[in-house]
C-alpha cells in the first residue's frame, strides 16, 4: 500500500516548454487534489477532483489543465511553462467516510527557467 | 472563501517545552485538519478534527467551532517536532481545504 505517489520528483524547464505531473493513489478514494507551495506559504488548491470523471478549478487553475484518467490517476498538465509556476506540487486524495482525511504525495519539485 | 490565520508565525522551544499553536477561521468549516510539514517536505496527516478534543501521544487538538479558532497542542516537545504546521479547512462538501500560512516550530536540543 503505497499511498499516493508522485512523479518525477524534481523538474527543470525552460520557459515555453510543457510537461505534466503525474499521481496515483491506491487507497480507492474517490477525491484528488493539485496543490501549489510557494516559499514561506501554505498550500494553494490548484483543481479538483471529487469523483472519476469530474474537474474543477480550484484557487489557482491559471496555467493548468488536469485529467482524471481513472480513479487512480490524476495529471497535472502545464502546456507553457513560466517562472511563476516554480514551485512544489502536491497531490492529495481523500476518501468518503467518518474521518475525510486528505492524504498527500511527497511532491515534485519543479524549476522553470 | 475562507480565510485561515495562524499564530505565531514562528516559534523556538528548548527540548521538553509544552506549546500550543493556534488557527483562526474567517467562517464555519465543517472539515478540519492539521498537518505536520517534516524539514524533507512530506506532510503528514496529525488530526482530522471539525470539532471537539482528540489527543495523539503529546500532541493534542481542540477545535472550538461555534468561536471558529482550532488548537494544537505539544507537550514536551522534541528535535523531531521541528518543521511547519498547517491547519486547513473547508466548508463545502468534496473536501476543499484552504490553508493557514503555517506555524515554523524549532526545537533545540
Known amino acids: 500500500n503505497a499511498g499516493v505517489t508522485q512523479t518525477p520528483k524534481f523538474q527543470v524547464l525552460k520557459t515555453g516548454q510543457s510537461m505534466t505531473l503525474q499521481c496515483a493513489q491506491d487507497m480507492n478514494h474517490n477525491s484528488m487534489y493539485w496543490y501549489r507551495q510557494d516559499p514561506g506559504m501554505g498550500l494553494r488548491l490548484i483543481y479538483y477532483s471529487a469523483s472519476e470523471g469530474t474537474t474543477d478549478k480550484g484557487e489557482v487553475p491559471n496555467g493548468y489543465n488536469v485529467s482524471r484518467l481513472n480513479k487512480r490517476e ?13 514551485s512544489v506540487y502536491f497531490c492529495a486524495s481523500r476518501g468518503t467516510g467518518t474521518t475525510d482525511t486528505q492524504y498527500f504525495g511527497p511532491g515534485t519539485r519543479l524549476t522553470v527557467l | 472563501g475562507i480565510q485561515v490565520e495562524q499564530s505565531p508565525p514562528d516559534l523556538i522551544l528548548q527540548e521538553g517545552a509544552n506549546s500550543t499553536l493556534r488557527c483562526n477561521f474567517s467562517d464555519s468549516v465543517n472539515n478540519l485538519q492539521w498537518f505536520h510539514q517534516n524539514p524533507w517536505g512530506q506532510l503528514i496527516n496529525l488530526f482530522y478534527i471539525p470539532s471537539g478534543t482528540k489527543q495523539n501521544g503529546r500532541l493534542s487538538a481542540t477545535t472550538v467551532a461555534t468561536e471558529r479558532y482550532s488548537l494544537l497542542y505539544i507537550s514536551s516537545s522534541q528535535t523531531t517536532d521541528s518543521g511547519v504546521y498547517f491547519c486547513a479547512g473547508g466548508g463545502t462538501s468534496y473536501g476543499k481545504l484552504t490553508f493557514g500560512q503555517g506555524t515554523i516550530l524549532t526545537v533545540h536540543p
Open chain 1, 74 to 86: 490524476f495529471s497535472l498538465r502545464l502546456e507553457s511553462a513560466a517562472p511563476s509556476q516554480t
